[in-house]
């Protein structure tokens, strides 16, 4: 049974930092591409970053040069450092990996950036 638990959501003031980890079970961890999605209020789910299995990155545009998106194999966990947070990142934050044709997803962590 797959399963993805993310956690270090948080309240953060604008300019701040956090970091998410996504803790993967079930799966082959090293062999599977893992995204970051993130859903604001009232809106649709988006792809934040995504690193493949071989450690090549790709980034949104609205969070490029201030997210990195990064892995350890060992430990089965996919990290997000968010840096220069905006009051436009708040969002619930979601991991994601494709599994045998299926979509798998974390429960999901609340990001919000406000003084």
């Known amino acids: 049974q797959v399963q993805l638990v993310e956690s270090g959501g948080g309240l953060v003031q604008p300019g701040g930092s956090l970091r998410l980890s996504c803790e993967a079970s079930?799966?082959?961890?090293?062999?599977?591409?893992v995204d970051w999605y993130r859903q604001a209020p009232g809106e649709q789910r988006v792809l934040v970053a995504r690193?493949?299995?071989?450690?090549?990155?790709d980034y949104a545009d609205s969070v490029k040069g201030r997210f990195t998106v990064s892995r350890d194999n060992a430990k089965n966990t996919a990290y997000l450092q968010m840096n220069s947070l905006k009051p436009e990142d708040t969002a619930v934050y979601y991991c994601?990996?494709?599994?045998?044709?299926?979509?798998?997803w974390g429960q999901g962590t609340q990001v919000t950036v406000s003084s």
């Open positions: 994601h990996v494709q599994h045998r044709g299926y979509d798998y």
């Open positions: 690193i493949f299995s071989a450690g090549r990155v």
């Open positions: 079930g799966i082959i961890f090293i062999t599977y591409a």
